[in-house]
T-cell receptor
Framework: DAGVTQSPTHLIKTRGQQVTLRCSPK?????VSWYQQALGQGPQFIFQ???????QRGNFPDRFSGHQFPNYSSELNVNALLLGDSALYLC?????????????FGEGSRLTVL | AQSVTQPDIHITVSEGASLELRCNYS??????LFWYVQSPGQGLQLLLK??????LVQGIKGFEAEFKRSQSSFNLRKPSVHWSDAAEYFC????????????FGGGTRVLVKP
C-alpha cells in the first residue's frame, strides 16, 4: 500500500518564477492538506482540499494556490516566488469520513529559491 | 488562536538514558494531540495520538505521552533512548471546531550520545 507520494523531491527556482508541486494521497484517503516547513521550524498549515475544493486556508498569501483532481491527487502552486518561500513543502492526507484527525505525511518537496 | 509551545529547542541525552520532551498547548477546548518524529530529510511519522479516554497513551518505538489538562501539557517520554531516536520531534494540536487542521510546535531536536 503506497503512502503519500510527492514530486519533485528537490527543485531550485529563481525569484519571480512559478512552481507546481504534486501529491498523491495514501490509498483510501480523499482529503489532502499542504504544509510549509521552513528550516528549523515546525510545519505551517497552508490549505486543505476535499471534494476538489479548498475547504480551509492558513495565513498564506494568494500567491499560494492549489487544486485537487477527481482521483484525489493535488497540486500546490506558488507564483512570484520570493526568497522566503524556500522551504520543505509537505503534503498530508487522511480519509474524510470516520477520520480520527491523524494525518499521513509524504517526504516532502524541498524548494530552494535563489 | 491555537498554539503549541515546545520549550526545549535541543536536548542531548546519552544512549540508554531516559528522555522527556515537553509540549504545552493553548486554547480552551479539549484538543486532539499528536507527537510526530522527523528524521533528517524525511517527512513526518506519527508516534502517538490522544483523542480522549486514558490520559497515558502508548505509541510506536517505545514512546509514551501523558495528557494533563490542568497543565495544558502533553509531554513525550521514553525510558531508554536508542541511537536511532536521534531526530526532530514535533508536538501538534488539532480541534474539531477548527476543521482538524494541525498546529505544530517549533520542534525539539534530540541528539543521542554514545
Amino acid at each position: 500500500d503506497a503512502g503519500v507520494t510527492q514530486s519533485p523531491t528537490h527543485l531550485i527556482k529563481t525569484r519571480g518564477q512559478q512552481v507546481t508541486l504534486r501529491c498523491s494521497p495514501k490509498s483510501g484517503h480523499d482529503t489532502v492538506s499542504w504544509y510549509q516547513q521552513a528550516l528549523g521550524q515546525g510545519p505551517q498549515f497552508i490549505f486543505q482540499y476535499y471534494e476538489e475544493e479548498e475547504r480551509q486556508r492558513g495565513n498564506f498569501p494568494d500567491r499560494f494556490s492549489g487544486h485537487q483532481f477527481p482521483n484525489y491527487s493535488s497540486e500546490l502552486n506558488v507564483n512570484a516566488l520570493l526568497l522566503g518561500d524556500s522551504a520543505l513543502y509537505l503534503c498530508a492526507s487522511r480519509p474524510l469520513a470516520g477520520h480520527t484527525g491523524e494525518l499521513f505525511f509524504g517526504e516532502g518537496s524541498r524548494l530552494t529559491v535563489l | 488562536a491555537q498554539s503549541v509551545t515546545q520549550p526545549d529547542i535541543h536536548i542531548t541525552v546519552s544512549e540508554g538514558a531516559s528522555l522527556e520532551l515537553r509540549c504545552n498547548y493553548s486554547y480552551g477546548a479539549t484538543p486532539y494531540l499528536f507527537w510526530y518524529v522527523q528524521s533528517p530529510g524525511q517527512g513526518l511519522q506519527l508516534l502517538l495520538k490522544y483523542f480522549s479516554g486514558d490520559t497515558l497513551v502508548q505509541g510506536i518505538k517505545g514512546f509514551e505521552a501523558e495528557f494533563k489538562r490542568s497543565q495544558s501539557s502533553f509531554n513525550l517520554r521514553k525510558p531508554s533512548v536508542h541511537w536511532s531516536d536521534a531526530a526532530e520531534y514535533f508536538c501538534a494540536v488539532a480541534y474539531k471546531a477548527a476543521g482538524n487542521k494541525l498546529t505544530f510546535g517549533g520542534g525539539t531536536r534530540v541528539l543521542v550520545k554514545p
